[in-house]
């Protein structure tokens, strides 16, 4: 069961990154590079709220539920990694200063209802494709991918928190 949900993160967060870099795509955002790993392009934030949607939004409970509870559910997961990423390790990887009704510009109503949208994506389109693919992965796999993940993630925290800036895991960018 553990594997499952490690998979399940690894998957939702690698979305998420595709996610974000189409966003900032879309919007024109000079700064394209939406990863937080050193080397794993994965956005944890999506990986954690997917996670916590998956918890308490079953499809089961309505579209209603599912999509009030999984847009709160990523909201937290995103004020969690905003305050982990601000005070443990001293960078920011987003700013809702700029939208009405945010709370320390980590989160804020106008992302809330875009997460509360994506949760219905995700518990009827996603998941279920997710959950057949993640079901398909060797367990095998399991041990190696947590690890590498982990040490992805120790040694960007590090990295972040020498340098005090995000750019830092632009390694490739000359």
Known sequence: M???WLWYFIIYSALGFLLE???AH?????????????LLPLCPVYGLGALLI??????????????????????GAELLMGLFYRYAVGVEFWDYSDFPGNAAGLVCPQFAA?????????VYWVHPVAAALAS????GLGPPAAIL???????????LRRTGTTEVLRWYVP
Not at 26 to 38: A, E, S, V, Y
Not at 54 to 75: D, K, M, N
Not at 114 to 122: I, M, S
């Open 54 to 75: 998956l918890w308490i939004a079953r499809p089961g409970y309505g579209p209603a539920w599912v999509f009030l509870a999984g847009g709160l559910a990523a909201t």
């Open 26 to 38: 879309l919007i024109g955002h000079p700064k394209r590079d939406r990863k937080c790993f050193l």
């Open 114 to 122: 875009v997460w509360g949208l994506l949760a219905l994506a995700l």
């Open 21 to 23: 870099i189409t966003f």
């Open 136 to 139: 398909a992965i060797p367990d």
């Open 2 to 4: 553990f594997l499952r």
């Open 149 to 159: 993940l982990v040490c992805d993630a120790l040694v960007s925290s590090a990295a």
